[in-house]
């Protein structure tokens, strides 16, 4: 079974940085690809990036490009999303995602990734 945990959420001011975490328990992590989703009140859930198997390769929601990172560490199972310049319609759920073998077009896609953490609140205001 694969397991994934998110932290690293909280409120921030806009404008101000943080940085999400997320570790995966399953063996042979390193040929999963991961991604992020976010989910704010009432709304579906959104497609925010993406970091294929090797880490070679990123993809970002238009609404996040230049201001969020994906990366990930194999060593250490665990995948991260650094956003900067935060805004308040960043203000959502955060939820981390990883499939072994989703193809490129489908990564944008809730419904096409097998596994998912529980979510973590980060929210943006003064």
């Known amino acids: 079974q694969v397991q994934l945990e998110e932290s690293g959420g909280g409120l921030v001011q806009p404008g101000g940085s943080l940085r999400l975490s997320c570790t995966v328990s399953v063996p042979r992590f390193s040929t999963y690809s991961v991604g992020w989703f976010r989910q704010a009140h009432g709304k579906e859930r959104e497609f925010v990036a993406a970091i294929r198997r090797s880490g070679s390769y990123t993809y970002y929601a238009d609404s996040v490009k230049g201001r969020f990172t994906i990366s990930r560490d194999n060593t250490k199972n665990t995948i991260y999303l650094q956003m900067s310049s935060l805004k308040a319609e960043d203000t959502a759920v955060y939820y981390c995602?990883?499939?072994?073998?989703?193809?490129?077009?489908?990564?944008?896609?809730?419904?096409?990734?097998?596994?998912w953490g529980q979510g973590t609140q980060v929210t943006v205001s003064s």
């Open positions: 995602t990883a499939d072994q073998g989703i193809i490129l077009s489908s990564i944008y896609g809730a419904e096409h990734w097998d596994y």
